[in-house]
């Protein structure tokens, strides 16, 4: 089973990802951050990119609080379902893709790219890919927001790329849901996105992993990114 299968049957019988129509508080603080700094104007008629869209919480607020265009992504033909069904905007256009593979956008089009614990999926070959095309879609002002797997202070995390490693750098593959994931060192993360955007933000957190009927507690690094353009 590849990812993208394993993926689509967790969205069939969750075990490990919410469906909740709620947006991620930690989302909500970038966008929060984004407007306080007066980084973009967020009711100037933005447009924004949800890489790995999930079920489209992120994606529906964004149009709805700020009449932004939106594009939602997810490999996971079962996800981009429920997102069309559940959180259905006509500012947002949801599709099932790879964001590992050629976005179909023009470049210098998306004043906010969002990649909340998606990209950590990917494989070293797609995630060039996903790093070139972030870069090459989001305009000059444009700023991107990561959220994915810390490896520092994460000993269950430490633990799965030990004893189930997944056959690239710093990647397991879980024993039951037989999904791949890299996990990041700050400085691992920051040496490959400076290649192609800025890190300007980097903060590590706390939070929990619900697999199944068990919590298990992870780390996970906050990143706030502009272009370099």
Known sequence: MNNQQSWDQEYQKPQLVTQSHTP???????????????HIDLYS?????????????N??????????????????LDAIG???????????????????KLFPLE?????????????NALSEFERTIY???????????????????AKEGDKNAQKLVKEFPGGEYDTYQHPQLQIKERIFSGPDFKDLYNEYLEVVRMERKTGYQRWGSQ???????????KSKK
């Open 107 to 119: 470049d210098n089009s998306i004043d906010i790219i969002l990649d909340v614990t998606t990209s």
């Open 215 to 225: 919590s298990y507690k992870r780390n996970y690094w906050n990143i706030y990114i």
């Open 131 to 149: 790093l070139k095309e972030c870069e090459r879609v989001l305009k000059p002002t444009g700023y991107m927001y990561v959220r994915t797997l």
């Open 82 to 100: 429920k997102a069309k069904k559940i959180h259905g905007h006509e500012l947002v256009t949801f599709s099932e893709r790879n964001i590992g």
């Open 59 to 76: 994606s529906f607020y964004m149009a709805d609080h700020y009449d932004a265009t939106v594009s939602g992504y997810d490999f996971s």
């Open 24 to 38: 991620q508080k930690d989302f909500l603080r970038f966008i929060k951050w984004i407007k306080n700094n007066k």
């Open 45 to 57: 008629g933005i447009t924004v990119l949800d890489l790995g869209c999930g079920v489209g919480r």
